[in-house]
């Protein structure tokens, strides 16, 4: 730890940046607690003392920090890759403080979709993208989390967008432990135009069960008449001022049903995505 050029901190700062991944031991003859612990801060892999040292000493500590860097490294990979999977997701996420509710982690895609900057959600809290009238559910929601801290929660929800949008959002959000905090990770698929779709094929269902009714009800009436003066015609020996009446009959059915058809082709081409050719 004393070198011509160099000695202290200042020369083990030097080795760690040289060293890079390479575990470094220091290995001197001064004792001092605070030095020690300044430098194992720093980065160093160990501290050892000359006076104290014997060949299984080293030995062991020079396997033990070898493996203890693999073990490093491949966290640190591990963590690489989460980082990674976080953000390129195509779905927003974010990971927020549970405790304060701010925000300490955005990805990309939640910043396209919401419309707001990095800088501005790192000073934000949840409660800034909920509805007003909602926020009282969320404190509800946030002391049950903070209770009952579930490993998994998923929710359906409103969320605002930066220019005033209103959006349905399906969270599911996971409890991690972020930078020393209580956090919990969350991702946010905006369900918005799916339940729109819903509603649509909903509203198209009831209008075609409305024309269902129609055709199984209201078209007997005119056509069951129609039928049963054909009938009687073909029948009965009639007068001639007869026969005339049940023509006119004939005729009013006639009309009447052309009208219930037309009132069945009008309802159908009310509903979305349907066409259909109108007679006259």
Request: hydrophobic residues 40%; negative net charge.
């Amino acid at each position: 730890m004393s070198l011509p050029d160099k000695s202290g901190l200042e020369l083990v700062r030097e080795m760690i940046t040289i060293a890079e991944n390479v575990p470094i031991i220091v290995l001197t003859g001064y004792v001092d607690a605070n030095f020690a612990i300044k430098s194992l801060s720093m980065g160093i892999s160990d501290y050892l003392l000359k006076d104290d040292l014997s060949p299984t000493i080293l030995f062991k500590s020079i396997i033990y920090n070898i493996e203890r860097n693999k073990n490093f490294v491949r966290l640190q990979e591990s963590e690489q890759r989460y980082a990674d999977l976080f953000q390129l997701s195509p779905q927003p996420m974010w990971v927020f403080d549970v405790e304060t509710l701010e925000f300490l982690n955005v990805n990309q895609a939640a910043i396209g979709h919401y419309g707001y900057s990095q800088v501005e959600f790192m000073r934000m809290t949840i409660r800034d993208i909920r509805p007003k009238e909602e926020l009282e559910y969320l404190e509800n929601l946030m002391d049950s989390v903070r209770k009952e801290n579930p490993k998994h929660l998923r929710v359906i929800v409103n969320h605002l967008k930066k220019d005033g949008t209103l959006i349905r959002v399906e969270t599911h959000s996971n409890a991690i432990e972020f930078q020393g905090r209580s956090c919990r990770l969350v991702l946010a698929h905006d369900i918005t135009a799916k339940l729109k779709y819903l509603e649509a094929i909903e509203e198209q269902n009831e209008k075609l069960r409305d024309i269902a009714w129609i055709q199984s009800h209201i078209l007997r009436a005119p056509l069951s008449r129609l039928m049963g003066i054909v009938d009687l015609i073909q029948r009965e020996d009639m007068e001639m001022d007869e026969t005339k009446d049940f023509l006119k009959h004939l005729t009013n059915s006639a009309h009447e049903l052309d009208e219930i058809i037309k009132d069945v082709v009008e309802k159908a081409q009310q509903i979305p995505g349907q066409n259909y050719y109108s007679p006259g």
